[in-house]
């Protein structure tokens, strides 16, 4: 057997790497030990993984390369390295969710048990905002997460060290969760893709909550294909398979998107990115959102974020608050003692957004938008409190919801735009993000 090069070996995609197996090009182990040399090398300036399983993980390759000799493979991701973000439970890995410390869990998260039964193996826990409640993965207890283009700058969040880990190549794919948008603004930041599923279609079940009506588990990886490998590995929910085609499409342009503040470079991404669907022979339709006001949805759905968070944090606010730092002791105090009334006036806000986004798929096949207002910022910059507000709306709907990374600014940093579709279409929309990446 002879083995490509380190840098090779972390570059391939899943299917290549299946393939890779199966001609005796290498094998899980020694993919396995490329990429714990990777984390090793790049860790310490990055800081995407707050812990390296590295034994479980030789331990599950050498089980990898054992079936794949005997030729028992369990899946296509079998003896595949990825990671998962440190609020989704691994059995006896501490389970911090950003904070100072948590709980050792008993047993793995559902979806790690799939993918254990699927074959993947486990690289370890990747850092993230504290308690998944906000977008820069500035952690004050174990340190930023950096972006990949440049240290000092945010790679986004809740899910930032996912997004850092599969754009620096320091795992095939990794999983996030996403409230509002902490898959798909991590994958804009860094230049990778991102998919936020259907409400409902990956399991939640040992993953730490947030805000439990809007909370999904997403994988993120650096091609559509392996999303769509990731996705059918995660879920036992049979998926709906009917392909989009880009001649004849039907794609919204949303009218409240184009009157938001957003960057010029995400403005300038974004309307090429609809000029060149025009050319493949996609029909542009003007729709409108309008009980959709952005500002108005997003601080609705932090509300009751809040509010959950106060729920399922109760006992540790009161007993271990230094759990904590004072800022999110802060956000869900907040929670703990907003009013019935303002709490039952955000719901009726997010259900009359999500409403309008699910009521235009009767018009459209696929909506688009920028992902984020913004790129990438400095963590010395205050944080813009808009960057969810493109994102937010599919959590309102449940729907499934892409981001594909379009171009680079001026300084290099990643531009991505974001595809929605009805629920249920989530194959069908990472097959349409293949197409757009193919051409």
Same mark, same amino acid.
């Given at each position: 057997?002879?083995? %490509?090069?380190?840098?090779?070996?972390?570059?391939?995609?899943?299917?290549?790497?299946?393939?890779?197996?199966?001609?005796?090009?290498?094998?899980?182990?020694?993919?396995?030990?490329?990429?714990?040399?990777?984390?090793?090398?790049?860790?310490?300036?990055?800081?995407?993984?707050?812990?390296?399983?590295?034994?479980? /993980?030789?331990?599950?390759?050498?089980?990898?390369?054992?079936?794949?000799?005997? !030729?028992?493979?369990?899946?296509?991701? +079998?003896?595949?390295?990825?990671?998962?973000?440190?609020?989704?439970?691994?059995?006896?890995?501490?389970?911090?969710?950003?904070?100072?410390?948590?709980?050792?869990?008993?047993?793995?998260?559902?979806?790690?048990?799939?993918?254990?039964?699927?074959?993947?193996?486990?690289?370890?826990?990747?850092?993230?905002?504290?308690?998944?409640?906000?977008?820069?993965?500035?952690?004050?207890?174990?340190? %930023?997460?950096?972006?990949?283009?440049?240290?000092?700058?945010?790679?986004?969040?809740?899910?930032?060290?996912?997004?850092?880990?599969?754009?620096? *190549?320091?795992?095939?794919?990794?999983?996030?969760?996403?409230?509002?948008?902490?898959?798909?603004?991590?994958?804009?930041?860094?230049?990778?893709?991102?998919?936020?599923?259907?409400?409902?279609?990956?399991?939640?079940?040992?993953?730490?909550?947030?805000?439990?009506? #809007?909370?999904?588990?997403?994988?993120?990886?650096?091609?559509?294909?392996?999303?769509?490998?990731?996705?059918?590995?995660?879920?036992?929910?049979? #998926?709906?398979?009917?392909?989009?085609? #880009?001649?004849?499409?039907?794609?919204?342009?949303?009218?409240?998107? +184009?009157?938001?503040?957003?960057?010029?470079?995400?403005?300038?991404?974004?309307?090429?990115?609809?000029?060149? #669907?025009?050319?493949?022979?996609?029909?542009?339709?003007?729709?409108?959102?309008?009980? =959709?006001?952005?500002?108005?949805?997003?601080?609705?759905?932090?509300?009751?974020?809040?509010?959950?968070?106060?729920?399922?944090?109760?006992?540790?606010? =009161?007993?271990?608050?230094?759990?904590?730092?004072?800022?999110?002791?802060?956000?869900?105090?907040?929670?703990? +003692? /907003?009013?019935?009334?303002?709490?039952?006036?955000?719901?009726?806000?997010?259900? *009359?957004?999500?409403?309008?986004?699910? /009521?235009?798929?009767?018009?459209?096949?696929?909506?688009?938008?920028?992902?984020?207002?913004?790129?990438? &910022?400095? &963590?010395?910059?205050?944080?813009?409190?808009?960057?969810?507000?493109?994102?937010?709306?599919?959590? &309102?709907?449940?729907?499934?919801?892409?981001?594909?990374?379009?171009?680079?600014?001026?300084? !290099?940093?990643?531009?991505?735009?974001?595809?929605?579709?009805? *629920?249920?279409?989530?194959?069908?929309?990472?097959?349409?993000?293949?197409?757009?990446?193919?051409?």
């Amino acid at each position: 057997m002879i083995n %490509p090069p380190v840098t090779e070996l972390t570059s391939l995609s899943i299917k290549q790497l299946s393939q890779a197996y199966q001609d005796g090009q290498t094998d899980p182990l020694a993919v396995t030990n490329a990429y714990l040399s990777e984390i090793k090398n790049k860790n310490t300036e990055l800081n995407a993984y707050l812990v390296v399983t590295s034994e479980a /993980a030789i331990s599950s390759a050498l089980a990898s390369t054992q079936r794949l000799q005997s !030729g028992r493979t369990l899946s296509p991701i +079998d003896g595949i390295p990825i990671a998962l973000k440190d609020n989704i439970d691994l059995l006896g890995i501490q389970t911090t969710n950003g904070c100072k410390f948590g709980p050792v869990p008993k047993q793995d998260a559902q979806v790690v048990k799939r993918l254990k039964a699927a074959g993947a193996i486990i690289l370890g826990k990747l850092n993230q905002h504290e308690l998944a409640l906000g977008t820069t993965t500035n952690n004050p207890h174990f340190g %930023p997460a950096h972006n990949p283009v440049r240290t000092g700058v945010t790679p986004g969040g809740s899910s930032g060290g996912s997004g850092v880990a599969v754009a620096a *190549k320091m795992a095939v794919a990794a999983l996030g969760t996403d409230t509002m948008g902490s898959v798909r603004i991590p994958a804009a930041y860094c230049g990778c893709f991102g998919i936020k599923p259907t409400f409902g279609l990956i399991s939640n079940n040992g993953v730490s909550p947030l805000a439990r009506a #809007l909370d999904h588990v997403g994988p993120l990886a650096r091609n559509p294909a392996d999303l769509e490998l990731m996705l059918r590995a995660m879920t036992n929910s049979s #998926l709906n398979r009917v392909p989009f085609e #880009l001649k004849g499409l039907k794609v919204g342009r949303v009218k409240e998107i +184009d009157e938001a503040e957003t960057h010029h470079d995400m403005a300038s991404a974004y309307h090429q990115f609809l000029r060149e #669907l025009k050319e493949f022979g996609a029909n542009i339709v003007e729709i409108s959102w309008p009980n =959709l006001k952005m500002s108005r949805a997003r601080l609705a759905g932090l509300l009751l974020s809040e509010v959950d968070a106060a729920r399922a944090y109760s006992d540790d606010l =009161l007993n271990r608050p230094d759990r904590f730092s004072p800022e999110i002791r802060a956000m869900i105090s907040y929670g703990r +003692d /907003a009013a019935q009334e303002k709490i039952k006036g955000a719901e009726s806000i997010v259900s *009359k957004a999500g409403d309008d986004v699910n /009521a235009s798929f009767n018009e459209v096949d696929v909506i688009v938008t920028p992902t984020a207002p913004m790129p990438a &910022f400095e &963590f010395s910059e205050t944080p813009p409190p808009n960057q969810a507000d493109f994102t937010a709306p599919a959590n &309102f709907a449940g729907c499934p919801a892409i981001s594909i990374p379009r171009s680079k600014n001026a300084e !290099g940093l990643p531009i991505g735009v974001q595809i929605m579709a009805a *629920k249920g279409r989530d194959i069908g929309l990472i097959r349409l993000a293949q197409m757009f990446a193919k051409a």
